[in-house]
């Protein structure tokens, strides 16, 4: 299968909440990011098109971090999201962690 995607991913192993809108809360793990969006290793498989925030300490971040998404894959084992528009300290946080990645 082709890759697609225009942003090079960071592999994280990062605990966050999944809220999505109109359902209930549920725990997953995020486990690659990008200043587009993030894969979401997870048992809940939330359906194509449901708009999610994911709450999560990603790394560089001081706090939790609230990245609204939306849902535009599906597998067994989790799903991959696209943020929505993101902050000034959401964007800082995911653009310096590609940026300590590339240096690596």
Do not use: Y
């Amino acid at each position: 299968m082709e890759d697609k995607r225009h942003h090079a991913r960071v592999p994280i192993n990062v605990s966050v909440n999944c809220e999505p809108a109109g359902g209930s809360a549920f725990q997953a793990i995020g486990r690659d990011v990008s200043v587009a969006g993030m894969f979401v290793e997870s048992a809940v498989t939330p359906a194509f098109g449901t708009v999610i925030i994911i709450v999560g300490r990603i790394p560089g971040a001081k706090k939790d971090l609230r990245l609204p998404a939306i849902v535009r894959w599906t597998k067994a084992d989790g799903f991959g999201v696209q943020f929505g528009l993101l902050g000034a300290l959401e964007t800082h946080v995911l653009t310096e962690l590609m940026k300590s990645a590339q240096a690596s």
